[in-house]
């Protein structure tokens, strides 16, 4: 049983560590050093990955559509990363 603990350990230390790396990676090169603070989803498919970015409520339209454009340019030539979307919470009207 510990065999299989320790594998399953092992795993989550890789495939964190990874996650990790891809955020901070799409912090530098979209030029936000802020990024990080924000809820970011990975989804790793044949061997790319697709990223969500969820903004604050406080972020302004304009900022979510900055770097959703920031976004679209990265994604172009990317060899690690195939879509980032970007979400902004707001209240329904």
């Given amino acids: 049983m ?6 399953l350990l092992t795993f989550f ?3 964190g560590g990874f996650f990790a790396h891809s955020q901070a990676l799409m912090a530098e090169r979209l030029g ?6 924000n ?4 989804h790793y498919l044949d061997s790319k990955v697709d990223a969500e970015i969820y903004l604050a409520a406080s972020q302004q339209a304009g900022q ?7 976004c679209d340019e990265l994604v172009r ?3 690690l990363f ?3 979307h970007v979400h ?4 329904q009207n």
């Fill in 82 to 84: 195939r879509a980032i």
């Fill in 64 to 70: 979510a559509d900055a770097l959703q454009a920031r």
């Fill in 13 to 15: 230390q890789v495939v």
């Fill in 77 to 79: 030539d990317d060899e």
């Fill in 32 to 37: 936000d050093p802020g990024l990080p603070d």
């Fill in 88 to 91: 902004r919470s707001h209240a």
């Fill in 2 to 7: 510990s065999i299989v603990i320790n594998l």
């Fill in 39 to 42: 809820r970011v989803v990975f």
